[in-house]
């Protein structure tokens, strides 16, 4: 579909507070979280753009809580588009195809809105965004996500920022809208949390690969960390002990917790605990030592057959 | 390819390592190692967790390069509720529905194996062993199978593995013929079904800009509402290894490890039964040939035609081999099992000493 540019197009990139004279839809206050995969596969999309194409966009899918005021963009999928100076096309069919494909998957997710790379925003995503307004449900409004490749901004950091939209002027038309930023956050599973961490642990390596730890290996540089800490806090208190850092009572009151969680065992039961449990652990892992033995031998025998 | 020129005119300007990559499209080198995308490996467990415990599978995207295969994208397939006739045309449409739209984004455009999800190491199944080989028949070998733990990484540890088929077990798929003659001629035990390839996982740049970004968790995102203590970054240190809790992860491998050997002791059964079958059979043919023999030395005696030997061979039919393919499967489960048992009591024991300092 193409979507002509209206010669007399408001475009009004980021109002700093909510202008008087005309109602917001959402009152309510309004919570975006992201999925780190949404963030990955966006990146994922910039990197395979065509040549020339300085944007890319795509639909995101997700879930809504009940009353609508908390949407968590869990997916997402790249929607080619086309874009000059005057004029904008988005391909509707791809993106109804994917939609749909994405649904024999998982059905829960629905569309949510849409994301862009860039930090600006220009006349383009309003109309975009009346687009992606019309296939949400209503009365849910869809969300815009944008991600800063260019790295332009201050902190040369990849700026993830959402908006909701809202009509403005006197009589409604797809290419006048404002965008009003709502909070978002970075939200993830347990389950994911293991493999952010493994890609993580390359970021600081030149050829930007590693490979997966052992459990041993893991635990080894999960206890590094903490003497680490342990060896940062006491540092911390040493200092103040001393007198060279002022004594700060939000961090004593946290270190006082922390402490307090060491639950407090009777030193016997402990001892019983303790043995009842190792032997358990050892006797599991000889007997399970003893079955692959077996299962050597045997193969072995098989072949000798 | 990395080198897609025509090879007649470009060949003779490549360097040596070109070259073999030129070659590599006819697939001679073999693959060494397989190289993921962080993106995938995302997707992979995302997939994976929300279909938690039931196991899930997808296809995956990529090149194979100089003996890595490259894994750059993925993409779940949709549950399977039922394996009729109808499902599987479905199956079918959606895998080149995706592809087709996938490439028009510019995603490698090239599968290069599949993913499933499992519940503590439990993957070596018939199930499993059947697409695989499909997978590495239509793909000339050079198809692998990702097989995530979902269970195992929860416990602050992704496990992620990278297998296909060994050269053996593939002749012997082939041949779907599993008798201990043809194991033994194919060298095949339980340990050498699958070839575990060594897993790198590589970022783009973008990625790593990105993750980086996240370190600044409070830059990229701007706070308004929340206020600053509750603000966590994603890459906080996390400390789910040093989980004290192991009961529940031995006793449920203990429970899988145990049915294995069950079933494995009925694979048994059935073998020994047919080895009886096999005597008995052999004893009742030995004792009729004996018999004919007497009664041919008999009319022999009298100055008779002896009696041909050959239809008693073939009155006795020996009952055929069952297929050592199950058996062999399960050995090759509970070695898992076991594995994973022993690979668990040795950071844990670790744990236990550390939490016994702890008290002191």
């Known amino acids: 579909m193409s979507i002509d540019a209206a010669t007399s197009a408001l475009h009004l990139s980021f109002p700093p507070t909510t202008a008087t004279g005309f109602v917001v839809p959402q009152s309510r206050s309004f919570t975006v979280s992201v999925n780190p995969v949404v963030l990955f596969s966006v990146l994922d999309h910039y990197l395979r753009r065509q040549e020339k194409q300085h944007r890319v966009i795509g639909t995101l899918l997700g879930v809504r809580s009940e009353d609508g005021s908390e949407v ?16 904008v096309a988005v391909d509707m069919e791809y993106h109804r195809n994917m939609f749909e494909l994405h649904k024999k998957v998982n059905a829960k997710e629905v569309i949510v809105g849409w994301y ?17 307004s019309r296939e949400v449900m209503p009365p849910f409004q869809a969300i815009h996500l944008t991600m800063d490749t260019d790295l332009k901004n201050d902190d040369k950091l990849l700026g993830v920022k959402t908006y909701v939209s809202a009509p403005i002027g006197i009589s409604a038309k ?18 994911e949390r293991s493999g952010l961490d493994l890609l993580a642990s390359a970021k600081n390596d030149t050829d930007r690969s590693t490979s997966l730890f052992s459990d041993m290996d893991n635990l080894e540089k999960t206890i590094k960390a903490v003497f680490e800490m342990l060896e940062r806090v006491t ?71 | 390819m990395t080198s897609s020129g025509t090879p007649s005119t470009t060949k003779e300007t490549l360097s040596n390592v070109n070259v073999t990559a030129a070659l590599d499209v006819e697939g001679n080198v073999p693959l060494k190692s397989v190289q993921i995308d962080g993106l995938v490996v995302l997707k992979i467990i995302k997939h994976c967790r929300e279909f938690f415990p039931n196991p899930v599978t997808g296809q995956l995207l990529g090149l194979d390069v100089n003996g890595v295969l490259e894994v750059t994208n993925c993409f779940p397939f949709p549950g399977s509720k039922a394996d009729d006739e109808n499902e599987l045309v479905d199956g079918a449409r959606y895998q080149v529905d995706m592809m087709r739209c996938l490439r028009e984004v510019n995603v490698d455009n090239n599968t290069v194996g599949w993913y499933q999800s499992t519940y503590l190491g439990s993957f070596v199944t018939h199930k499993l062993i059947e697409t695989q080989y499909n997978y590495q028949q239509t793909f000339n070998n050079k198809s692998v199978v990702i097989v995530h733990d979902v ?64 370190d600044d968790y409070e830059h990229i995102i701007p706070k308004t509402t929340l206020d600053k203590e509750t603000v966590v970054s994603p890459l906080s240190p996390n400390f789910d290894t040093l989980e004290l809790s192991l009961d529940p992860y031995i006793e449920k491998n203990l429970e899988f490890l145990l049915e294995a050997v069950e079933e494995h002791t009925q694979e048994q059964n059935t073998y020994t039964f047919w080895q009886r079958n096999v005597g008995r059979e052999q004893a009742k043919m030995q004792s009729a040939l004996q018999k004919r023999k007497q009664e041919n030395s008999s009319r022999q005696a009298s100055g008779l035609e002896p009696l041909p030997e050959d239809d008693i061979l073939k009155m006795y039919k020996l009952p055929a081999e069952p297929s050592r393919l199950d058996s062999l499967l399960i050995t090759a489960q509970i070695n898992n099992y076991c594995k994973q048992l022993n690979q668990y009591s040795g950071p844990t024991l670790g744990k236990f000493f550390m939490a016994g300092e702890l008290q002191k």
């Open chain 1, 174 to 191: 797809p290419e006048n809208c404002l965008f009003l930023p709502v909070p978002c956050d970075v939200k993830y599973f347990d389950a």
């Open chain 1, 116 to 132: 862009a790379t860039g930090s600006n925003l220009n006349q383009w995503n309003a109309l975009i965004q009346d687009f992606y």
């Open chain 1, 72 to 87: 968590e963009v869990r997916n997402c999928f790249p929607v080619s588009h086309d874009e000059t100076d005057n004029q």
């Open chain 1, 235 to 305: 540092d911390y208190v040493n200092k103040v002990l001393d007198g060279s850092i002022p004594a700060d009572n939000t961090i004593g009151r946290f270190l006082m917790d922390t402490i307090s969680v060491v639950p407090k065992i009777d030193k016997v039961e402990f001892e019983k605990m303790f043995n009842g449990h190792l032997q358990d652990l050892l006797m599991v892992s000889y007997l399970a030592n003893m079955t692959r033995t077996q299962l050597a031998i045997a193969e072995r025998l098989q072949l000798l057959v």
């Open chain 2, 151 to 214: 269970s195992r990484s929860t416990h602050g540890n992704l496990s992620l593995r990278a297998f296909r088929f060994s050269q053996a077990f593939m002749e012997a798929q082939k041949e779907s013929k599993f008798t201990t003659e043809s194991l033994i001629k194919n060298k095949l035990t339980f340990s050498n079904i699958f070839e575990e390839l060594p897993i790198t996982v590589k970022n783009s740049h973008l990625m790593t800009a990105l993750l980086h970004s996240l």
